[in-house]
């Protein structure tokens, strides 16, 4: 009798299971369907944004040759684009906008980027300038740029700029708890690194610089005076950026205490609750296309604290840890 009822019990619980398995895998097969259709709408919609485009470009180069500015497109030169921006910000938005805009000289080798400043530079006066005179910048500026508008100011003063450092940490970030720096800092973003700048390449020693200044008050440790440790140290290699080197053997010649971490949440959190800070080096995704580096200084129920040093936007929100986990290459964690 024991073993019936056993077995009909096996035979429920199969037919349970069974029964379990057909849910779900009709509900991935709507799912799946679902996603499909999504997947065709979405296509369907790029190809009736870039029609329009190409249709509106199209319609307004004709429109300008008739009102007689054809031939001022072919003759504008390097030597025009000063003076066509010598009294920006005294005319009519539009005014300034359409001058930017129309201009066919092909200055980039990139000429997706060319493309895509253009269309940025008709949304923002500050960058029609810079768009407008852009031999005067480097390209990887302009690439750095057209991933990320809360440069503009930072690339805007790059012509006129002394390529040094000119100032350290204000007296608001030296009684901070945790002080946000920006690599592009115009205190230090001009001063060079390696082959290009702080602004551009020093994310690992700003956030080095976040760390040691939090941990330590030490006001001789700003991003520049890291970038300089960092390339007579030979933790800059030319060409592909800073080395993870520089994050524990800089750390240590500042006085700091450092570990590489796991890539385990209650580990990270422990050492944020003894005091410490945390550098992660992070894979592309929401926070780089390439490589990149950030410190995470706090956290609660909503996730972690983060100090980007390329964003302020991406700085003012917070970051579960699935959120970040799969971008997560390396973790060092820092105390006294």
């Not at 799946?32 to 979405?42: D, E, S, V």
């Not at 012509?159 to 115009?186: H, R």
């Not at 976040?210 to 001789?220: C, H, P, Y």
Request: charged fraction near 25%; proline fraction near 3%; aromatic fraction near 8%.
């Amino acid at each position: 009798m024991q073993s019936e009822k056993l077995a009909v019990e096996r035979r429920k619980r199969s037919e349970a299971i069974k029964r379990e398995r057909t849910a779900a895998m009709k509900r991935a097969a709507v799912v799946k369907k679902r996603r499909k259709i999504m997947r065709r709408r979405l296509k369907f919609l790029v190809c009736v944004v870039i029609l329009a485009v190409l249709l509106y470009g199209g319609i307004s180069r004709i429109a300008r040759y008739w009102a007689g500015e054809g031939h001022a497109q072919n003759t504008y030169d390097t030597a025009a684009a000063g003076p066509s921006y010598a009294d920006m910000g005294q005319g009519s938005g539009e005014e300034v906008l359409s001058t930017a805009i129309v201009d066919d000289r092909k200055l980039l080798r990139n000429r997706e980027l060319e493309e895509k400043l253009a269309m940025m530079a008709a949304d923002n006066e500050e960058i029609a300038a810079i768009y407008a005179n852009r031999e005067q910048y480097p390209e990887e500026l302009l690439a750095a740029l057209a991933g990320n508008p809360e440069m503009t100011d930072f690339v805007a003063g790059y012509p006129d700029a002394e390529k040094k450092a000119t100032g350290g940490f204000s007296e608001e970030e030296l009684e901070a708890e945790s002080p946000l720096l920006l690599q592009w800092d115009s205190r230090w973003g001009y001063a060079s690194y390696g082959d290009s700048n702080i602004g551009i390449a020093g994310c690992a020693p700003t956030c080095l610089s976040m760390v040691i200044l939090s941990l330590t008050g030490n006001a001789e440790a700003t991003p520049d005076a890291l970038a300089d440790y960092s390339m007579r140290n030979g933790h800059y290699v030319e060409g592909i950026g800073t080395a993870w080197t520089l994050l524990s053997d800089g750390a240590k010649e500042y006085g700091l205490t450092v570990k590489e971490l796991g890539l385990d949440e209650d580990e990270m959190k422990t050492c944020l609750n003894r005091g410490g800070l945390i550098i992660c080096s992070m894979r592309p995704g929401d926070f780089t296309t390439t490589g990149h580096f950030i410190v995470l200084y706090d956290y609660d129920a909503n996730g972690f604290y983060v100090h980007d040093p390329n964003s302020r936007i991406r700085s003012d929100r917070q970051w579960s840890f699935a959120d970040i986990k799969y971008q997560i290459k390396n973790i060092w964690g820092y105390t006294r």
